[in-house]
């Protein structure tokens, strides 16, 4: 289905995600003309996840999530992003390679839209796949700012080749609402695969010891959902036995680590963070680390009426799921627990990897201080914590030279490392050697290790965080400079 440009800007304010069925929205070729491809307003709006459950919040094109983006890989767009808060504001978007003019991110020197403004980025999309747009401001303490609002929307960066071995496409945009702080520290998960490693688990209680007191703030939330809609609200996904349906599943979250599963279903991993995998393994369930993407391909050979939700009772309870509806089947939507499943990104890798000698390497160590910034945690990579005013670390790299950037985890919490305008492949997860996994965000487990290489191709300075909003506002920043 193509729609043409005009079409597209009036379904921009319109389009909307209701029940897993996207507006496709497709950009036409450009021409010689003044207006931009896609425009996009921020401002305030209510996003009604459930009636009672009405939430004013921060969107794009007051809607939640904001529209499908859609585009053609090499093929220059343009978009007007206008800002009609009271507050500057950056459109990141994210996963994708672009000049920092486009970044949005203002530690690299991007441009703010100003408040009641208007700026027109302009840029070449690249790598193809699941991709998606958020803003990029500090929250600090403010959970009426940045991540924690519905800013957020999905872009699909359609490859100049296209497999297209699935009947449909359906994005499911996970996003819990309403933030509170609390200081019960963060609930312990069974996510990844990969045993505690010992020096970094006595470092980390070290620091324990060192910086005892109540637990640094946490956020937690009310409400949960699946595009814009709480478990059991908006049109359920239909479909028919046999078919195969391609999910692109994004974690919106500002911070939390999400799973989904489907009662009586398995997903074909054919993607991670929008980039094809090496083995397109079958797993129970999924895993998303914040900002991570999966597209997984799904055989509906289980007719019946299910929820496909988190893990966790109280968030699905709160809204994060949706309900798989065959055609015929009746009924209450069912909810199945599944067998634990610890989630391994070597698995979709190539096996017997062996990573040749990058051209330089780096090492860092995290480390939270607990409590040491107000209240909230304060965290440092290899001893430093990240201000805007030094804006340091800064790590200098060549242009079309291979780094290896190795982490380790000196805590407990989960962290999903990002890096800006470059992927990378992981190298060793947990210990295994891999190859061929490429990815903008990976999670580094508690007190685990992570490698991953990325070839320099973006000049100038790309922000490396950590994807929770709580930790990259409170020191986990680093910058990398590319001459
Ligand atoms: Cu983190």
Redesign the pocket.
């Known amino acids: 289905m193509l729609i043409d440009r005009r079409t597209l800007l009036k379904a921009t304010g319109a389009a909307s995600l209701l029940g897993g069925m996207p507006q496709i929205v497709r950009a036409a070729a450009p021409e010689s003309t003044n207006k931009a491809d896609y425009t996009l307003r921020i401002g305030t709006g209510l996003a009604e996840l459930a009636p009672g459950h009405i939430v004013s919040t921060t969107l794009y094109n007051g809607q939640f999530p904001g529209p499908l983006l859609r585009f053609k890989e090499g093929q220059q767009v343009s978009l007007d992003v206008h800002n009609d808060t009271d507050t500057p504001e950056l459109l990141h978007p994210h996963g994708l390679i672009i000049p920092i003019d486009a970044d949005g991110a203002a530690e690299e020197g991007s441009p703010f839209i100003p408040a009641h403004g208007m700026r027109r980025i302009s840029f070449i999309p690249k790598p193809s796949g699941f991709r998606f747009y958020h803003t990029h401001i500090a929250a600090g303490s403010d959970l009426n700012r940045s991540t924690y609002t519905g800013q957020v929307g999905p872009i699909y960066i359609e490859p100049k080749n296209n497999p297209g071995a699935y009947d449909r496409e359906v994005f499911l945009i996970l996003k819990e609402f309403e933030p509170t702080f609390s200081q019960g520290g963060d609930m312990p998960m069974d996510v990844l695969a990969g045993e505690q490693i010992k020096d970094l688990k006595e470092l980390g209680d070290k620091k324990e010891e060192e910086f005892k007191g109540p637990k640094g703030y946490e956020v937690g939330y009310e409400l949960f959902s699946i595009n814009g809609k709480m478990l059991g609200q908006g049109e359920p996904i239909r479909v028919k036995k046999g078919e195969r349906v391609l999910f692109h599943i994004l974690n919106a979250s500002a911070?939390e680590i999400r799973s989904l599963a489907l009662p009586g279903h398995r997903f074909k991993i054919i993607a991670l963070d929008g980039n094809p995998v090496p083995t397109q393994a079958e797993v129970p369930l999924l895993w998303l680390g914040t900002a991570e993407r999966i597209s997984a391909l799904v055989e509906m050979n289980h007719p019946g009426v299910w929820v496909m939700g988190d893990l966790a009772d109280d968030d699905r309870k709160r809204g994060m799921g949706i309900v798989i509806e065959y055609a015929g089947e009746k009924g209450e939507a069912q909810w199945t627990k599944p067998e634990p499943y610890l989630w391994d990104y070597t698995i979709f890798g190539k096996a017997n990897a062996k990573p040749a000698a990058p051209d330089g390497t780096f090492d860092f160590l995290?480390v939270k201080e607990n409590g040491a910034i107000n209240g909230f945690n304060r965290?440092t990579l290899n001893g430093e914590a990240f201000s805007m005013e030094a804006m340091k670390p800064t790590i200098t790299v060549h242009k079309g030279r291979r780094y290896r950037l190795k982490f380790r985890n000196a805590?407990d919490?989960?962290?999903?490392?990002h890096l800006h305008r470059n992927s990378f492949e992981l190298v060793r997860v947990h210990g295994k050697a891999t190859a061929g996994v490429l990815k903008d965000v990976v999670m580094?487990g508690g007190y685990q290790e992570v490698e991953f290489e990325f070839v320099a191709e973006s000049e100038g300075l790309s922000l490396f965080h950590?994807?929770?909003q709580?930790?990259?506002d409170f020191g986990?920043m680093a910058l990398f400079n590319c001459v």
Do not use: A, N
Not at 413 to 417: E, G, K, R, W
């Open positions: 911070g995290v965290w805590s919490d989960i962290h999903p490392l580094l950590c994807h929770q709580l930790h990259m986990f």
